[in-house]
T-cell receptor, first 116, second 114 residues
Framework: AQSVTQPDIHITVSEGASLELRCNYS??????LFWYVQSPGQGLQLLLK??????LVQGIKGFEAEFKRSQSSFNLRKPSVHWSDAAEYFC??????????????FGQGTELSVKP | NAGVTQTPKFRVLKTGQSMTLLCAQD?????MYWYRQDPGMGLRLIHY???????AKGEVPDGYNVSRLKKQNFLLGLESAAPSQTSVYFC?????????????FGPGTRLTVL
């Protein structure tokens, strides 16, 4: 079965501390991987994506993620968290082939709180 | 470009009432999607469309219908609303360029069914 698991429902970090959000996936074929962020009352904004090549990808707002095929993981990291990073983060996986409708499977989300 | 827009932003319905949510995109995307978001469950796909005039069921299609008469619009209908359909609904679109299905999201519609 295809699925995405974000093991941490809620994480609290201090401002300036480092952050790692976990994402594990189960997918039958070579996947495309995404991280989205959702601020309260807003839609989802793409942070970064992995299609192929270098397994460490850089995104917006200073975020990066590393694809580890052997662990079926795509963890999101940031070296120093800012108060404005408080939001909900979603990991998603989708097909790499054109004729599969582009459907994404989303994880349950991780809510990030930032302490001053 | 406005990107993906959704109408209305908020709506309160009584059980049994019907309504249509409108999604519009100005990016000439082929694919469009309707999701619902409920606490602790992430986003779940309701219906999607891979082109004008075509629709398909997603993970949670029951109680919803969709239409894609024009490429830029994707309508989600609730024929007889139920309290279980209280949710936040998101529309998204994407273009299958070389298989890179990055989805662009609208701001959402918050629906309450009493």
């Amino acid at each position: 079965a295809q699925s995405v698991t974000q093991p941490d429902i809620h994480i609290t970090v201090s401002e300036g501390a480092s952050l790692e959000l976990r994402c594990n996936y189960s997918y039958g074929a070579t996947p495309y991987l995404f991280w989205y962020v959702q601020s309260p009352g807003q839609g989802l904004q793409l942070l970064l994506k992995y299609f192929s090549g270098d397994t460490l990808v850089q995104g917006i707002k200073g975020f990066e993620a590393e694809f580890k095929r052997s662990q079926s993981s795509f963890n999101l990291r940031k070296p120093s968290v800012h108060w404005s990073d408080a939001a909900e983060y979603f990991c998603a996986v989708g097909p790499s082939k054109i004729n599969q409708g582009g459907k994404l499977i989303f994880g349950q989300g991780t809510e990030l709180s930032v302490k001053p | 470009n406005a990107g993906v827009t959704q109408t209305p932003k908020f709506r309160v319905l009584k059980t049994g009432q019907s309504m249509t949510l409108l999604c519009a995109q100005d990016m000439n995307h082929e694919y469009m999607y309707w999701y619902r978001q409920d606490p602790g469950m992430g986003l779940r796909l309701i219906h999607y469309s891979v082109g004008e005039g075509t629709t398909a069921k997603g993970e949670v299609p029951d109680g919803y219908n969709v239409s894609r008469l024009k490429k830029q619009n994707f309508l989600l209908g609730l024929e007889s609303a139920a309290p279980s359909q209280t949710s936040v609904y998101f529309c998204a679109s994407s273009h299958p360029r070389a298989g890179k299905n990055e989805q662009f999201f609208g701001p959402g519609t918050r629906l309450t069914v009493l």
